[in-house]
């Protein structure tokens, strides 16, 4: 069992930036971010494999979010910059159980993730 604890969320003015952090409890094999925004789908954004730092991007957020990591602190954070009001979401840190590959093609399968963080709230406006 793995626990993930996200904190870094708030409110920022468009075009600024925040930092997401996700601490695991374990190890595990790739950590993805998903968010919802009110009356939406959740959708996954980003996703990061530590075996080989493979990593995913969804087109939305592609040049403006980078996921990095930590291992000594269990870490996976994602930098959002160039934020705007269509970012507004909360947004999920998600690990799986088991071994999952993060293409840099494919957007991760809420389905195969297993450990999911609490959520913390994004608002961009002005």
């Known amino acids: 069992q793995v626990q993930l604890v996200e904190s870094g969320g708030g409110l920022v003015q468009p075009g600024g930036s925040l930092r997401l952090s996700c601490e695991a409890s374990g190890d595990t094999h790739a950590v993805a971010w998903f968010r919802q925004a009110p009356g939406k789908e959740r959708e996954g954004i980003s996703c990061f494999t530590m075996l080989d730092n493979s990593t995913y991007y969804q087109d939305s957020v592609k040049g403006r979010f980078t996921v990095s990591r930590d291992s000594t602190k269990n870490t996976v954070y994602l930098q959002m910059n160039s934020l705007k009001p269509e970012d507004t979401a909360v947004y999920y840190c998600?690990?799986?159980?088991?071994?999952?590959?993060?293409?840099?093609?494919?957007?991760?399968?809420?389905?195969?993730?297993?450990?999911w963080g609490q959520g913390t709230q994004v608002t961009v406006s002005s």
């Open positions: 998600a690990a799986p159980s088991d071994y999952y590959y993060c293409s840099p093609d494919y957007d991760p399968q809420a389905y195969a993730f297993n450990y």
